[in-house]
């Protein structure tokens, strides 16, 4: 059973006595979809059933556990209840009758001894890369906390975010989990997005945006004061550091931290907090990152921190909207990337639908994680291997020398490249809302004639 902890700053929300060896995590599950693949491949097998084939201690959400059916504009707080109790609903009571249909229901209910964690990101948030605009946030909180099971007299009921973290085990066998909030406080972007506006092509334009900012002025993204955390979540996230007696630290970011890509939502957008995140962390032992968003899997980080991307459990980089140039922008932006260990003459990523495992080795005579990502089926894509022991300290130098957003194309041509894509996109976007009205118009005068 879980155990209360003290409401001190750098006390954990919760704490579980039992020694844990795998942790399952994963981010980006549209159910919709999900069924949708089961309905056009006959595949029967489940992802949800891959995930329990791993026999996880716990399952850490990190981030966009649900998807609205509205993509455009705020979702309604009531269509996020909605869509997590679809999310909850035991289909299968009889677990054994048809194992491979497990859902995330039957999961959390039957398999995992410790429950479901996490938490949040833009869409089970309600919009499309919202951060502290959005509306309503409170009872969009309650909601998410709802579907994770939190106790009504939870003092996360009153906190300004879903920040929090948990302990596992005890004495030299202890795991901390810390998720961060990246939604609540963030401010906007350098150039603010319009990815939950009703404009055509929203989300694209959003993503040039980004990268506009990051090529074409990259000493005022540089400057840029804008925070991701909040004051009151950084100094909960400092004394939290500070007071962990874990072997192992995980720090659950919804938004990648290193990544170089400058189309997606990042740290790097925000280069001042992802400096002082560093700095922050850097000091715990057993330490990796894990984070989601992206719609690929990925190793990544900075000298010896790492970070594991597992993104896209439905859905995929290389499917509409990025198409066929996710891997060539993955490739293109890569200094900021590892390799994997395992299996070998991978690339650091992946781009199919993934999950990713967190497994502890406490027996060996030098303690060590191994994370991994898992394709549809279970199977290993990705792996690396850190001792517990393994320090991630950086000086002041090997900060400053963190790779920036599209570091390595900050030159005339891809500058040029990326001001062009922005104007063709608005050309375009502006071509469609004119198509728009006009047929709006047409419509009008053909039902006028019609009945004149």
Known sequence: MPTSTSTLLGSPDEHHSRQVTTLAFGSCHNRRLLEKYHAETGDTKSIWKSVAEQRPDAWLWTGDAVYLPKRKGVGSVQSLVDEYNEMLYIRNEQTASEPLTLQYGEVVKYVVPLGAFGTWDDHDYGANDRGNDMPQREPRRDAFLDFLDVPQDSPRRHREGVYNSITFGEGDKKVKVIFLDTRWHRDSHLIPSLASSKIPLGSVLACLTRWFSAAQLPERQKDYDGTVLGEEQWQWLERQVEDSDASV???????????TNPAVESWGHFEKERDRFVRTIQDLPGLVIL??????????????????????MTHSCTGPFYGVLCEHILDSFNTHRKQSDFPSGSNGYYTDKNFGTLKIDWHSKTPTFTVNVHDHSGKIVLSTVRALSNSSKLSEMEIQRIPKLAEDHNIPTFQIATTISLVASLLLIVLMIWMRRALQVRLLYTAKRKYT
Do not use: K, R
Request: proline share 3%; charged share 10%; glycine share 12%.
């Open 291 to 312: 984070s989601g968003d992206v719609h690929h899997a990925e190793l990544l980080g900075a000298g010896p921190i790492l970070e594991v991307t597992s993104s896209g």
């Open 249 to 259: 630290n995980v720090i659950v970011s919804s938004i990648q931290v290193f990544t």
